[in-house]
């Protein structure tokens, strides 16, 4: 039994030692997306039923259809809101990936606007890159899964470490 445990313990202490912020990233991604989806509403267009439901003022029978033509997705503001935070948490969580491998199109552009804001132009895209990777294997970019760095965050961790 205590063999059991102790192989338990280890598994656990490799995991936890080998985590990233991956799997907070993809947890938060996922829960925004649900989120927009099931803010958003279709309504039926043009047809009886949409308007005895109350969906818009009701039809003469001169520009009455029969049946449904089709449904619009509706976007609410939350469904938006959502849509948008699961845009801004994807944007860093693939700056984070691209610093495993040293280049992408976000380490290029967080690149440039560090050499700029720091007006050192000798800063390399791996040195960054090694930045944000250390603080992915640190998990300080997702301390929680309600304290996630985006974009802009991770950009000034980097700002403040060159500093």
Known sequence: MKALTLSFAILIVSNVANATCKTYYKQKIRSNNVNAAASTTAIPLLSSTAAAAGYYGPLTSTTTTTGTLGAVPVSTSSSTISNAQAEI?????????????????????????????????????????????????????????DELFTYPGIRNYVINKLK
């Open 89 to 145: 948490y994807a944007k860093a969580n693939d700056l984070i990936n691209q610093s495993k491998i040293g280049f992408g199109k976000h380490i290029t552009v967080i690149s440039d606007e560090i050499r700029l804001t720091l007006n050192d132009f000798t800063i390399d895209e791996m040195t960054i890159a090694k930045i944000i990777k250390d603080g992915d294997q640190k998990l300080i970019f997702c301390q929680s899964i």
